[in-house]
């Protein structure tokens, strides 16, 4: 029979005598998102270099504030301001795309013009070509 009293009874501290001491561990953590934030505003500079940018220095600004010894406020404001700026991002790149989506439509618009003789469709919307003339 198997008997949990051992396991109770037993000294967890040996269990975490090899981890990492609390210290190392933030200033790694803390590396990991300092570069996470910088790498985040590189990769909306590539995404969507138009709104990317303001993100890419908002971000940069706030990793450069940050450190080992940051105070746990500073810290807070830091996720904050950085979700704000995520959100805000997101926003405008969403409608600097749609933008670009409306400059597309208005071109190929502009571009089909001229195929309106030679194109069918019920309520005025172009569906098919029909008999194009020979060139």
Not at 68 to 73: A, K, L, Q, R
Request: aromatic share 4%; hydrophobic share 40%.
């Amino acid at each position: 029979m198997i008997s949990i009293k051992k396991y109770l009874d037993a000294d967890v501290s040996i269990a975490f005598v090899d981890g990492p001491e609390p210290t190392e561990l933030l200033g790694v953590t803390m590396d990991a998102y300092r570069s996470a934030l910088l790498a985040i505003g590189k990769s909306a500079v590539h995404a969507c270099p138009a709104p990317g940018h303001d993100l890419e220095q908002t971000l940069a600004s706030v990793e450069a504030r940050l450190s080992t010894s940051v105070p746990p406020e500073v810290l807070k404001e830091s996720q904050e301001q950085v979700e704000a700026e995520l959100d805000k991002w997101g926003s405008l790149t969403a409608a600097h795309l749609r933008g670009k989506a409306d400059e597309v439509k208005e071109l190929l618009i502009m571009l089909l013009a001229p195929l309106s003789p030679w194109v069918t469709g019920t309520n005025g919307t172009p569906t098919k070509l029909v008999d194009l003339p020979p060139t």
